[in-house]
């Protein structure tokens, strides 16, 4: 039994090893024809060097921003749509959902219409002639927190939701039959109860919103580097091996660290 | 007399929990023998031994006289009723209750009497073409028995059948698998920890607790005369009192009876304990009474008198009365 | 909808005005008759869409990205349903361990696994870009197929599966034709998640493409870096009318909301 068991499990752990495991190990400690040393070398360079320092930067501060807006947008449609008896919540519900089917590359290319200078945005601006000339809105980092905001707060929303929904809704009416009032109600009940879930739904976006590529790629350009463009630049561009893995390190480290770190926070958040 | 099955010295240890511990137990051929005893005592775990579903850590098992210890579910050709039914969901109840033949090879034509047959043995001859779901609960119970019947098993195994039904439909169920029974002559094996299901329904009870055999027989047999404390307790006996010659005794409560008085009465045909009401519960037809008392060997008991409330005499909490204990149901208890 | 919590209506309003007003604006340009992503659009035409759909670059990386998903999302439940199966129904030692091993892909960066197999498979191993990307896309897809046919394996009785042992059906014969038919729901979840997740990937298939394969997320995002036509607008919205079919048969089948959020109303 046990034998035919392990038989079940050997094929996809040999894919899993030869197409995941070994190569991600691999690459992070010893890239094709460099050294460990020198991935480490370029490591620290990169994390002393202010150019390097500056795109580090950016990523976490827009990935935090995106986390803020994201948890700050999804949590309420997730809580109305948790809430709600209409039978438009769950069209609703699937009006969010469904843009996590949809390419990101169609998705972020949206943006190039909206905010690109012959797009809708600009132009309308122009014509209520609140500007002179057509403002630049493509390649700012306002434009990569939209873009991040519209590819991540589905599943901000589908996290939140789920936490929410666990939440018994009738535990609101016990409260306010307590004599709690709505706002009482929401803060002291429903927000600590669907707490560890939102940790959950930041963690998510968080962890997608440094490593993605296609946004900021398409709406940051060369002029907003982030983590994630940069390490395509190393790897296929420049060809820089060492350079590639140390940021491929850093960017793993990132999403490790807060996801260990979210991890801890939602079992606080269980125990206390 | 054959077997239908026996264990021979079989334990089954899960890591350090011997959840059954070195039962020898025979199964008589046609006869519906139950396996009783409290949650966790090891009835399931027995029953899925003999089934082939586990591997006994020791011991082995013969069904119809073969050594069957290591042959496969698949090949011991038993019937089995799943205490949650285990219908398949995505097959009509025609289609449940012709797998067993269809692995069987059984022709079509052939195939078809005989779930109809079995069908209308349960009374559920028109609902072939419904799906599982449709069913109620007892409903489904009654395929799931066509089902485990429809291959002609070498034994019956249920496994607490009657647990999910609602009381009126289990007492009617009992009697419906008891009829099954005697149609069918086939041996049974029947799961419970109820023990008036067990009293009601068995040519002969295994009483089990933790993994362990307690005692075995007729229903006849073994409640006028439970082999130890745990039995007799299991059983309905309330009374556990040592008496003038030393040994522990069990009696039930609807044969003590209670008298007041000054003096002591005469212990004609028995003997006489003295205490003092400590609790009363009227239910209608009876009376309970608990009564603080102190039996030969000088201890403090609790008795509980089952008396018919028409004829009881008036009492109180703290009344001082007399418990007359007849000699004729006094069951002396051996072992534990 | 009536609402009394008017701060979160507003900020719900705000949201799903991000999630899908630029896909509206993708739409509208589509249907231009210009050649330019200009807004409002200069008239109505279809030419965009003629245009893309004789563009090579994009019908030709159309089949490959549908042959890559179609190959992966199988070979994905092939080696996944079986662990699955292992996880819920065998005896496992350190089952915990090896659910987690196939989860991991989840949490590792892709691009960091496209880098992983470009350096250690392409340059490394001398693996050809169409080999490793099936690796990858398999790789990637394994959390779906162990996790969403876990969870609908995890929901069928098992007595169901001894209850045909019993009734004389052997091991295979049990999982054929109890098993498998009971997990289809399960198993078509995970197939569309597999699907539609390697079909839209970009790090992986960006960091992985040749000459000869390039999947079409890659090859829009090329074009779209170098041209500013609504060609792109147009491919757009048949990629979006593709998806909203997928949606359709999801919602048709197993429910939407099921498959894709995860969620059991
Ligand atoms: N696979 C297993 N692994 C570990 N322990 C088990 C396993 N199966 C059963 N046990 C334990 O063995 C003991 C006996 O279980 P069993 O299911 O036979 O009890 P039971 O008499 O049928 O009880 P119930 O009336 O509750 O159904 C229980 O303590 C149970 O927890
Ligand atoms: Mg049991």
């Not at chain 2, 039996?295 to 008198?305: C, K, M, N, P, Q």
Request: proline content about 6%; aromatic content about 8%.
């Amino acid at each position: 039994m046990r034998g035919r068991t392990a038989l079940l499990v050997l094929p996809g752990l040999a894919v899993l090893l030869i197409g995941f495991l070994i190569p991600s190990v691999a690459m992070l400690f010893a890239p094709p024809g460099v050294s460990p040393v020198e991935v480490f070398d370029r490591l620290g360079q990169m994390l002393t060097d202010p150019y390097d320092q500056a795109i580090v930067m950016r990523t976490l501060g827009l990935g935090l921003i995106v986390t803020v807006v994201c948890i700050g947008l999804g949590y309420p449609i997730a809580y109305l749509l948790s809430r709600s008896t209409s039978r438009w919540a769950g069209v609703l519900l699937a009006l969010a959902i469904f843009p996590l089917l949809l390419s990101s590359v169609v998705r972020t290319f949206g943006w190039l219409v909206v905010l690109g200078s012959q797009g809708a945005v600009p132009q309308l601006l122009l014509s209520l002639g609140l500007t002179d000339s057509a403002p630049q809105l493509l390649y700012t980092p306002l434009a990569i927190v939209l873009g991040l905001t519209q590819i991540f707060l589905p599943l901000a929303v589908v996290a939140s939701y789920s936490a929410l929904a666990q939440v018994d809704a009738g535990l609101d009416e016990a409260a306010r039959g307590l004599g709690a009032n709505r706002i009482r109600t929401f803060w002291s009940v429903v927000v600590p109860l669907s707490g560890p879930g939102v940790v959950v739904a930041a963690t998510l976006v968080f962890a997608g919103a440094v490593t993605a590529y296609t946004t900021p790629y398409l709406l940051g350009g060369s002029r907003q580097r982030m983590l994630s463009t940069q390490l395509y630049t190393y790897s296929s561009t420049t060809i820089d091996w060492a350079a590639a893995s140390a940021t491929a390190l850093i960017m793993t480290v990132l999403v490790f660290a807060v996801s260990g770190l979210s991890g801890l926070a939602a079992r606080r958040g269980a125990t206390s | 007399m054959t077997h239908a099955a026996q264990f021979r010295g079989v334990s089954q240890v899960f890591g350090d929990f011997t959840a059954v511990d070195d039962i020898d137990l025979t199964i008589p051929d046609g006869k519906l023998t139950t396996l009783l005893g409290p949650s966790g005592c090891g009835k399931t775990t027995s029953l899925r031994m003999l089934a082939g579903y586990l591997a006994p850590t020791h011991g082995t098992i013969s069904i119809a006289g073969v050594d069957s210890t290591r042959t496969p579910p698949e090949k011991r050709d038993l019937g089995m009723v799943f205490q949650s039914y285990a219908l398949f969901p995505h097959m009509s109840v025609a289609e449940n209750v012709g797998f067993g033949l269809k692995m069987r090879r059984v022709p079509a034509a052939e195939r078809a009497r005989r779930v109809t047959e079995s069908l209308e043995l349960v009374g559920l001859a028109h609902l072939s073409a419904s799906k599982p779901k449709k069913l109620s609960g007892g409903q489904q119970q009654r395929v799931a028995l066509a089902r485990a019947i429809a291959i002609r098993p070498k034994l019956l195994l249920l496994d607490e059948p009657l647990s999910n039904l609602d009381a009126r439909l289990r007492i009617q169920m009992r009697a419906e698998i008891r009829r099954i029974q005697a149609e069918t002559g086939l041996a049974v094996v029947l799961v419970t920890h109820d023990q008036d299901e067990a009293l009601e329904m068995s040519d002969e009870m295994v009483l089990m607790k933790d993994g362990r055999i307690q005692q075995q027989g007729a229903p006849q047999e073994v409640f006028p005369a439970p082999a130890n404390r745990f039995v007799a307790e299991f059983l309905g006996y309330e009374n556990f009192l040592t008496d003038p010659g030393g040994e522990l005794t069990t009696i039930r409560p609807e044969h003590l009876w209670l008298t007041v008085g000054e003096q002591a009465p005469s212990a004609s045909g028995g003997s006489v304990v003295s205490g003092v009401v400590l609790d009363l519960a009227y239910r209608g037809v009876d009376l309970l009474v608990t009564v603080a008392a102190t039996d030969a060997s000088g201890a403090r008991v609790e008795l509980l008198a089952d008396l018919r409330a028409e004829s009881a005499p008036d009492l109180t909490q703290g009344t001082h009365v007399w418990v007359h204990v007849p000699a004729t149901h006094v069951v002396p208890l051996t072992g534990d | 909808m009536r609402t009394r919590h008017p701060i979160a209506a507003s900020l719900a309003v705000l949201g799903y005005i991000v999630m899908l007003v630029p896909i509206l604006f993708v739409v509208v340009t589509a249907f231009t008759a210009g050649s330019t992503l200009r807004f409002p659009p200069e008239g109505f035409s279809l030419r965009w869409f003629e245009a893309a759909l004789t563009y090579t670059p994009f019908t030709s990386s159309l089949v490959s990205s549908l042959i890559l998903a179609v190959i992966s999302a199988v070979l994905a439940l092939a080696l996944g349903v079986p662990v699955a199966l292992a996880i819920h129904r065998g005896r496992l030692p350190g089952k915990a361990l090896v659910e987690g091993l196939f989860l991991s892909p989840l949490i590792v960066p892709e691009l960091v696994v496209g880098l992983a197999l470009y350096q250690q498979l392409m340059v490394g191993f001398g693996l050809d870009n169409f080999q490793t990307l099936l690796f990858g896309h398999t790789v990637l897809m394994f959390p779906y197929a162990v996790r969403v046919t876990g969870a609908s394996l995890a929901l069928i009785d098992p007595a169901v599966e001894d209850a045909a042992r019993g009734l004389g059906a052997s091991a295979g014969r049990t999982f054929f034709s109890i098993t498998l038919p009971l997990l289809r729901p399960g198993l078509f979840s995970a197939a569309l998640l597999s699907f539609i997740t390697s079909f839209n990937n970009v790090p992986l298939s960006l960091l992985l493409q040749s000459r000869d394969f390039r999947t079409l997320p890659v090859v829009m995002l090329d074009y779209v870096q170098q041209n500013y036509d609504p060609i792109v607008a147009a491919i757009s919205v048949l990629i979006l009318a593709a998806t909203v079919l997928v949606a359709v048969i999801a919602e048709r089948t197993v429910g939407f909301a099921r498959v894709f959020g995860g969620i059991n109303r």
